[in-house]
């Protein structure tokens, strides 16, 4: 767990002051609000593998309907697929088996279903549908300030995306996308998908 | 006149030392125990001096029973063992019994009543004479030991999960199939053995408004919140055979025309189950009590006060919080009951909500649930409004803008709906 966030990393089990959840929600939501850093990225899946309650303290607001820290997965699934979409799959998949609360399952499923009807479809037999990866940062701006919690535009949705079809041109054994360069290596999700 | 109880022959020689009604190849339904985690049945509910456990049936059925006696070697042999007793008896069975030379704990032996349970609803005490079979009726027998049971007896066999819904565990908590064969005791349909169990709620001492989120640690801290409540409803149906859905409606939190925000957290005044004012911390509201919305240009009053309330919150563009309720649907009707805040059963007008949480629900859909329910159950919607030139922006968790009588809010505003949820289940 990341020092960068002293909040969640006391709630988690770390040294320290025992935070209440307003705390945890007011460290987290600048985290989820927003394009994820690295370090923000690997915070979520931290989240998402932690074993065991949350420490909290016992006078402040909780959540109602998720335990604490069902509700912290919850929001960092949430975070996760917003932000790299299906990039964690497997990840979020694996919670949703192992997780005892029906709760839980139910938002991971609607995370899947809703990341999964985003992923563009290829148009045509030669040609793919790429996103513009200059589009989707610069539509992850805020939508207006708040005075303490940033509130970020909703996820873009596919109507809202560029999408740039473009052909494929084959070469020997190769499969080649016109007018973009080779990346040197594919994100996880392509190799959930793959075959 | 019972053979055990009348004065006579000297007692056997051995005594019923353990009784056990849920062993593999009873009858009895599956009990569980919060404070240990296990199962009741795990072992005899019935140890002479040391453990007296309930057990349970459904209504009407015969139990089998796994006995041990406890005497020495040198009693060891074949007996025609039986016993008398309330609210059945057990059919006598030639058994040979071997004493361990340490324990002194014979081999267990399988019985079966003679005669069922009564075919009701309730909690029953019931009364064993063991004895040994030396001559026929109606020769006197030596008595071997009473054992003495609660039995539950339950409407129908544990409710099961229909498609789409969550599945059910096969075993319920000891203390809900116990409170609830007291409520519903009599009762003969699922409407009214519902309605018995949520006017028996109160009874319980259980609160709302305790840190605890499953139905085991509601159990052990005395109360819950709304999702172990939700859970907990849920399963004192299941334990007399009715089934009834859970929902989470959860804030849906939008964006709506001229940048105010519908809606960012539900409210309630009301303390809950047992509960005089909420638990949670007082904060500073800003009610508006009028009609809504608030005209373009026109500041209303609005009243400021500090005091706890509870805040279910949501998440702009995320699912976050909200209430959990259960519905049951029964010959065609919906009911809902909130056992968090003692609401029901309220007829709703419209299919149980389905569990989908991809989709908003609201406007018209919402209609039947809003009049029925929420406009009472639910005080106030937190939202960020334009008041005049002000605007009242609610931060999560943190900062209340202003809250808006739930009743006042109509079902549509500026052509979009006044009032959308994400349901789950």
Redesign the interface.
């Known amino acids: 767990m990341s020092l960068a966030f002293p909040i969640l990393n006391r709630a988690m089990g770390g040294i320290g002051p025992t935070p209440s959840?307003?705390e945890v929600?007011?460290e987290l939501?600048p985290i989820?609000?927003a394009p994820l850093s690295s370090v923000g990225e690997r915070l979520l899946l931290d989240v998402i593998h932690h074993n065991g309650g949350l420490r909290l303290t016992?006078?402040?607001?909780?959540?109602?309907?998720?335990?604490p820290d069902?509700?912290l997965k919850?929001?960092a699934v949430?975070?996760l697929a917003?932000w790299t979409r299906l990039t964690y799959l497997t990840e979020l998949r694996r919670l949703e088996l192992t997780t005892a609360s029906?709760?839980l399952?139910?938002?991971i499923r609607?995370v899947i279903?809703?990341a999964m009807a985003a992923r563009p479809e290829a148009v045509e037999a030669d040609a793919i549908s790429e996103e513009e990866s200059e589009v989707e940062e610069a539509d992850d701006g805020l939508?207006?300030s708040?005075?303490?919690?940033p509130?970020?535009?909703?996820?873009p949705k596919l109507a809202n995306r560029r999408l740039v079809t473009r052909p494929i041109e084959r070469f020997g054994n190769l499969t080649l996308i016109s007018g973009k360069r080779a990346r040197r290596s594919r994100r996880k999700e392509e190799f959930e998908f793959a075959g | 006149m019972s053979p055990a109880t009348s004065p006579g022959p000297p007692p056997a020689p051995f005594q019923v030392e353990r009784v056990h009604f849920d062993f593999p190849g009873g009858r009895a339904i599956h009990l569980g125990d919060p404070a240990s985690n296990q199962l009741v049945g795990a072992g005899p509910e019935w140890v002479r001096g040391t453990r007296n456990e309930l057990a349970a049936y459904v209504r009407g059925n015969r139990p089998n029973l796994r006995v041990v006696f406890r005497g020495k070697p040198a009693a060891n042999g074949k007996y025609t063992i039986g016993a008398d007793g309330t609210p059945f008896q057990v059919e006598e069975r030639d058994v040979s019994l071997a004493f361990d030379p340490i324990t002194e704990l014979s081999g267990s032996e399988v019985f079966e009543a003679r005669g069922n349970l009564p075919d009701v609803i309730g909690v029953h005490p019931a009364k064993l004479d063991w004895y040994v079979r030396e001559h026929p009726p109606p020769a006197h027998c030596p008595p071997a030991g009473t054992s003495t049971h609660r039995l539950a007896t339950s409407w129908r066999a544990l409710a099961t999960a229909p498609a789409g819904e969550?599945?059910l565990p096969n075993w319920v908590y000891k203390s809900l199939m116990e409170w609830t064969c007291q409520w519903a005791a009599g009762q003969n349909n699922e409407r009214a053995i519902c309605d018995a169990i949520f006017n028996g709620l109160p009874s319980s001492g259980l609160q709302y408004g305790v840190?605890a989120?499953?139905i085991r640690d509601l159990l052990l801290n005395q109360g819950g919140?709304?999702?172990a409540w939700y859970e907990t409803f849920q399963q004192m149906a299941q334990c007399q055979g009715v089934f009834v859905y859970r929902r989470?409606f959860?804030v849906d939190w939008r964006?709506v025309a001229g940048?105010d925000e519908h809606w960012c957290a539900i409210v309630v005044r009301n303390g809950g189950l047992n509960q005089t004012s909420p638990t949670?911390?007082a904060t500073t509201f800003h009610d508006h009590n009028g009609e809504f919305p608030i005209p373009a240009g026109t500041t209303v009053p609005l009243t400021t006060i500090t005091e706890p309330r509870?805040?279910?919150?949501g998440?702009?563009?995320?699912?976050?919080?909200?209430?959990?309720i259960n519905f049951l649907d029964h010959e065609g009707k919906v009911y809902l009951y909130d056992a968090c805040f003692i609401i029901g059963p309220v007829v709703i007008n419209s299919p149980i909500p389905a569990?989908?949480?991809?989709v908003p629900q609201g406007g018209a859909a919402l209609a039947p649930f809003k009049t029925a329910y929420l406009d009472d159950a639910i005080d106030y919607m937190l939202g960020t409004v334009r008041n005049g030139a002000a605007i009242l922006?609610s931060?999560?968790?943190?900062?209340n803008g202003m809250t808006v009588r739930t009743a006042n809010i109509p079902q549509t505003i500026a052509g979009a709906d006044g009032l959308t949820f994400r349901w789950?289940?």
């Open positions: 959840w307003g929600i007011g939501w989820i609000s016992d006078t402040d607001e909780l959540p109602h309907s998720l335990s069902e509700m919850s929001l949430q975070g917003r029906s709760a399952q139910d938002v609607a279903q809703t939508m207006w708040v005075t303490t919690l509130i970020p535009k909703p996820a | 969550a599945a840190r989120h499953t919140m709304c999702q989470r959860l964006v940048g949670h911390p509870y805040r279910f919150w998440l702009p563009g995320y699912l976050n919080d909200g209430h959990c569990n989908n949480l991809a922006r931060v999560p968790t943190s900062q789950g289940g």
